[in-house]
């Protein structure tokens, strides 16, 4: 009999890896995992491939060998890595989400099923540039993105909803969320813009200097990892009938650079960093909001961050990374 299974990509990803954890956490464990890099992380699931969301007989595999329930597509190439390698970041990006929903509709269509589909989505897709304001009142489609990377968030967003449209929701089920910048103690990012405040924090922790390469007095919104993934849960367990889209803006806190800087210094007296800023990175968070309004995640499945920009520092980031380095002395 064929397997069920809950399929993740990029499940070596900082959000990939959280999620594992908090699926077994609630003794969730028929996971089939796909990375391109060994999984870094102690967890139990279903089976691991080591391999790339762009290989088609990869794909092929799994669907005759399983029954995929529920998708979670994390597999991207961050918004910096994005820029220098565009050929590499439009083809995992779009193709490789285009292969994944190829495979939800097969399955779904199989087995006659409705796929819950999750997509992470970003800040990214905004240009505050353009728009001329700094803060995002509501989730709109029509943005014009400076980024490789945002750009193809915004077409897969559109993608998502229109295989969803196709099959009139009876294989697809797609939801997404646009998250801001995400923080997690026990992970360091790579690849991203918004990487300068946990790597600054990670920094801080490893009693190293720090080259922080965005201005001072630049803000953009954050979370930190739990609220995120709680996010997605409270999302996907949400009511088809409470949502009155696919596409909800998230958010907790948004401060200055400096402020994190001052914050972390508080807990790391001796922590030292200073400004070098890189104009490239500089100029892809001026187009980023300042802040978003997530009004429509908060009124249709009950969105409410556990941790502000206090508490995110104090009941979670520098314990959590205290108990990391305990463990690993
Ligand atoms: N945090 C991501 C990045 O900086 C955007 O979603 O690339």
Not at 35 to 41: A, K, N
Not at 88 to 112: E, F, W
Not at 293 to 314: H, R, S, T
Request: proline share 4%.
């Amino acid at each position: 009999m064929l397997k069920k299974v809950i399929l993740i990509t990029g499940a070596n990803g900082e959000i990939g890896q959280y999620l594992i954890k908090e699926l077994n956490r609630k003794n969730i464990e028929n996971i089939l995992a796909i990375d391109l890099h060994p999984l870094s992380i102690q967890c139990r699931i279903e089976q691991y491939l080591q391999g790339s969301i762009l290989d088609i007989k990869l794909l092929k595999a799994i669907q005759e060998k399983y029954i995929v329930s529920e998708i979670y597509h994390l597999a991207a190439i961050l918004s910096t890595k994005a820029e220098k390698n565009i050929q590499l970041a439009n083809d995992v990006n779009i193709k490789g989400t285009k292969n994944i929903l190829d495979l939800a509709k097969k399955l779904g269509k199989k087995y006659m099923i409705k796929i819950p589909f999750f997509f992470p989505s970003s800040i990214a897709v905004y240009n505050t540039i353009s728009n001329n304001s700094f803060t995002i009142n509501e989730e709109m489609t029509e943005e014009k993105p400076i980024t490789i990377y945002g750009q193809a968030k915004l077409k897969c967003e559109k993608m998502g909803f229109d295989y969803m449209k196709n099959c009139n929701s009876k294989e697809i089920d797609f939801r997404c969320i646009r998250f801001p910048g995400i923080i997690s103690a026990s992970t360091m990012p790579s690849g991203g813009t918004s990487d300068y405040v946990p790597e600054m924090i990670h920094h801080a922790a490893k009693n190293l200097k720090y080259e922080c390469f965005i201005k001072k007095d630049s803000q953009l919104p954050f979370i930190v990892m739990p609220d995120a993934i709680q996010a997605i849960f409270n999302l996907m367990n949400a009511d088809i009938n409470q949502l009155t889209t696919y596409i909800y803006n998230i958010t907790s806190f948004n401060q200055p650079t400096h402020n994190f800087y001052l914050k972390i210094k508080n807990y790391y007296p001796q922590f030292e960093m200073i400004y070098d800023i890189d104009l490239k990175r500089q100029k892809i968070v001026d187009s980023w909001p300042n802040n978003i309004n997530d009004k429509k995640a908060k009124e249709d499945w009950g969105w409410e961050p556990q941790y502000n920009f206090d508490n995110a520092f104090n009941k979670y980031i520098f314990p959590e990374i205290k108990n990391i380095i305990q463990e690993t002395m």
